[in-house]
């Protein structure tokens, strides 16, 4: 299986809801990430997980918290978001192959967020 | 700080003319470059690594630390190839960011 699966596809929350995104993946990476991708703009990452503790925390702003709960899983919290945080959510994972080398980051489909 | 820069926001041409799609970065140290393929309605995928030295689909890239650029080349392009390229670095063992990318568009 080499698949990274997020759920779900389409996500429509109000600036008050609490909502959260999820990913899966089956490969045994031990790192996994958080991007935003904007229309017509690049993945921009957000958060990184490397063995289930948070590596990297790119100024992300507190409404958006991640979690790792275990080394398949990875969940992205939404509470309070604002209608500029719709985005195309995405999940990756690769795995430290040594030497500072990593195998390739496999990316999920994407959770399509809209927040109204 | 570190960046990947592709100069080139849409680049169109037709079948069977060469290629080159454009990748420069910053950073001091060894890097990790890559290239990341983006088919319509597909998800992001590698297209191929500089460790690897290896031709994916036709496409071929060089790492040249003097001019610290990854190039993306393939010497007859095809329709199928239209899709959008990022350019990607990375560095350490966590870190991977994108270039703007790049639209390729092959005509028939």
């Known amino acids: 299986d080499t698949e990274v699966t997020q759920t779900p596809k389409h996500l429509v929350m109000g600036m008050t809801n609490k909502k959260s995104l999820k990913c899966e993946q089956h490969?045994?990476?031990?790192?996994m990430y958080w991007y935003k991708q904007k229309a017509k703009k690049p993945p921009e990452l957000m958060f990184v997980y490397s063995y289930e503790k948070l590596s990297i925390n790119e100024s992300v702003p507190s409404r958006f918290s991640p979690e790792c709960p275990n080394s398949s899983l990875l969940n992205l919290h939404l509470h309070a978001l604002q209608p500029e945080d719709s985005a195309l959510y995405l999940c990756a994972s690769s795995h430290p192959t040594g030497r500072g080398a990593r195998t390739e980051a496999f990316f999920g489909q994407g959770t399509r967020l809209t927040v109204v | 700080a570190q960046r990947v820069t592709q100069p080139e926001k849409l680049l169109s041409v037709f079948k069977g003319a060469p290629v080159e799609l454009k990748c420069n970065y910053s950073?001091?140290?060894?890097?990790?470059l890559f290239w990341y393929v983006q088919y319509s309605r597909q998800r992001l995928q590698l297209l191929l690594r500089?460790?690897s030295r290896e031709s994916i689909k036709g496409f071929t890239a060089d790492l040249n630390k003097g001019e610290t650029s990854f190039h993306l080349k393939k010497p007859f392009a095809q329709e199928e190839d239209s899709a959008m390229y990022y350019c990607a670095l990375s560095w350490g063992t966590d870190k991977l960011i994108f270039g703007t990318g790049t639209r390729l568009q092959v005509f028939p």
């Open positions: 500089h460790i």
């Open positions: 490969m045994g990476h031990r790192a």
């Open positions: 950073y001091s140290g060894s890097p990790e």
